[in-house]
């Protein structure tokens, strides 16, 4: 069965960086592209951007362009998304999202808190 | 970028109602790429509807889907207690892909 699991919560600084893992199973991992959505707390959800996990290819958010940074490394099926510069409005949970055939996403990692307060 | 406006902001109904969701979009959405999703308190979203009107694997008959264009739809035909959730559209025809504000479905 697909599963996507992720990594630990985060405390970091303002001013920090912070690094979250993807890792993907039950399917071909480079088939599908993974994309990343947030969710402040008790607010809706914001897309950030996706990578092709084939070619490493990215396409971000305007809003976080110059701030994100998606990867991937294909031998541990693994996708990673490093946000720096952090700012206490960027306290949210990060899901990763697998994209479907038809380019929704059918499955979504169990998200990871990242809160950021000095 | 496409602006997607959800109403309404809460529904309350008793269980074997029928819940109508609502989704605008600013600007017409590209073949159809309209999806929905549920989310419950502490859990990630959950593919409902995809394609504006087809029905994720597992999803029970009574949540549909329909409309085109910039106006759709989420419909519960029958409500059951464990539908108490929150509702996303979500437009991935253009980019930047965008959500709505979301529903609250409360189950009374």
């Known amino acids: 069965q697909v599963q996507l699991v992720q990594s630990g919560a985060e405390v970091k600084k303002p001013g920090a960086s912070v690094k979250v893992s993807c890792k993907g199973s039950?399917?071909?991992?480079?088939?599908?592209?993974m994309h990343w959505v947030r969710q402040a707390p008790g607010q809706g959800l914001e897309w950030m951007g996706w990578?092709?996990?084939?070619?490493?290819?990215?396409s971000y958010a305007q809003k976080f362009q110059g701030r994100v940074t998606m990867t991937r490394d294909t031998s541990i099926s693994t996708a990673y998304m490093e946000l720096s510069r952090l700012r206490s409005d960027d306290t949210a949970v990060y899901y990763c999202?697998?994209?479907?055939?038809?380019?929704?996403?059918?499955?979504w990692g169990q998200g990871t808190l990242v809160t950021v307060s000095s | 970028e496409i602006v997607l406006t959800q109403s309404p902001g809460t529904l309350s109904l008793s269980p074997g109602e029928r819940a109508t969701l609502s989704c605008r979009a600013s600007?017409?959405?590209?073949?159809?790429?309209l999806a929905w999703y549920q989310q419950k308190p502490g859990q990630a979203p959950r593919l409902l509807i995809y394609?504006?009107?087809s029905r994720a694997t597992g999803i029970p008959d009574r949540f549909s889907g329909s409309g085109s264009g910039t106006d759709f739809t989420l419909t519960i035909s029958r409500l059951e207690p464990e539908d108490s959730a929150v509702y996303y559209c979500?437009?991935?025809?253009?980019?930047?892909?965008?959500f709505g504000g979301g529903t609250k479905v409360e189950i009374k």
């Open positions: 999202a697998k994209e479907a055939v038809h380019a929704d996403f059918d499955f």
């Open positions: 039950g399917y071909t991992f480079t088939a599908y592209y």
């Open positions: 990578i092709n996990p084939n070619s490493g290819g990215t």
């Open positions: 600007q017409s959405v590209s073949s159809n790429y």
């Open positions: 394609g504006a009107s």
């Open positions: 979500q437009q991935y025809g253009s980019s930047p892909l965008t």
